[in-house]
């Protein structure tokens, strides 16, 4: 079975590209591969088809169903993330294409990132940037995290690596999830969690069920000085809450965003590109179970299988 990845080689290591070209393999070298191009996807020959949406001309919006069912030989779809809602995996599996993600990647990488953005806000680093890099000794006095309670939601691999962090940090842990977790930290129904934390991580996986969850009622109910941390897709009303703390409701906001920049909002707002997942240990971790995840699927025993 062939194998079809869009993305460069750099993306491995020599031992991986060596285990994989002992089939049949293609690199696409591209930075911005247009999958239309391609012609070896649209043959009725067999292959999987390994995906990094970094390299992607459409990037997320790449493989809609109508171009997938173009690709009559496809029998997986590997994808270098560990998001895969980008993909319809239910009418895959109705086409009998089996998806991977890459799940665990970026575990560490990304919560570490969550702390070093909550530092941000409580540092006030976007209002002192806004300043023109002065200090504001009367109204950019900077909070510490220590004796602070954080509200974790989702408590999976990333947002369990959170509430870690930031229990050694010395603030109390909370945390909302669909399902209650065997830890020692206080499960609480989301609506009181927001209420009571002085920082809320937003971690929480998102399919479709979940959007909107949070709702402008909850926002408003938050401490005045309370921050929101996001590094998942939204599950609130964004643009509230972006009203609440340029109207000094709420005490800051960050996320991420390649079309967004701070300066673009009032208050202690900061944007930070795509980059949470991005660290050296994350690429190894990536390039190593893509390959044995393309493997399984050659063997028969898929392995990381989302659908």
Do not use: H
């Not at 690709?71 to 995996?89: I, Q, R």
């Not at 930290?185 to 937003?202: C, G, P, T």
């Not at 202690?268 to 190593?288: C, D, G, H, I, K």
Request: charge should be negative; charged fraction near 25%; glycine fraction near 6%.
């Amino acid at each position: 079975m062939k194998i079809i990845l869009a993305c460069p080689k750099k993306c491995f290591n020599e031992e991986e590209i060596s285990t994989l070209q002992q089939f049949a393999t293609e690199f696409i070298e591209s930075k911005s591969i247009n999958l239309d191009e391609v012609e070896s996807l649209y043959s009725s020959d067999e292959f999987i088809l390994v995906v990094d949406p970094t390299y992607l001309k459409e990037s997320w919006d790449a493989l809609p169903v109508e171009r997938i069912e173009k690709m009559k030989g496809l029998k997986a779809l590997c994808l270098t993330t560990s998001s895969f809602s980008w993909v319809d995996g239910k009418k895959l599996a109705e086409m009998g294409v089996i998806l991977t993600n890459t799940p665990g990647k970026s575990t560490n990488a990304v919560a570490e990132f969550n702390i070093y953005m909550m530092m941000t806000l409580l540092r006030k680093i976007p209002l002192i940037a806004k300043n023109n890099w002065e200090m504001d000794y009367d109204n950019f006095i900077n909070d510490e995290a220590k004796g602070k309670t954080a509200g974790v939601i989702g408590l999976g691999q990333i947002g369990s690596r959170v509430a870690e962090l930031c229990a050694g940090l010395g603030l109390k842990v909370c945390y909302w999830d669909r399902k209650t977790k065997e830890v020692n930290y206080e499960r609480m129904e989301l609506a009181d969690l927001l209420k009571k934390a002085d920082v809320i991580f937003n971690t929480l996986a998102t399919p479709p069920e979940v959007k909107g969850i949070i709702t402008d009622e909850m926002i408003k109910s938050m401490k005045s000085t309370a921050l929101i941390i996001s590094t998942s897709d939204p599950i609130y009303n964004q643009e509230f809450i972006l009203q609440q703390v340029a109207e000094n409701k709420l005490g800051g906001f960050a996320f991420e965003s390649d079309s967004k920049k701070f300066t673009d909002y009032k208050g202690n707002v900061m944007v930070f590109p795509e980059q949470a997942y991005l660290t050296n240990e994350t690429l190894a971790n990536t390039s190593r179970i893509t390959t044995e995840t393309i493997l399984s699927v050659i063997k028969g025993t898929p392995i990381n299988k989302v659908n």
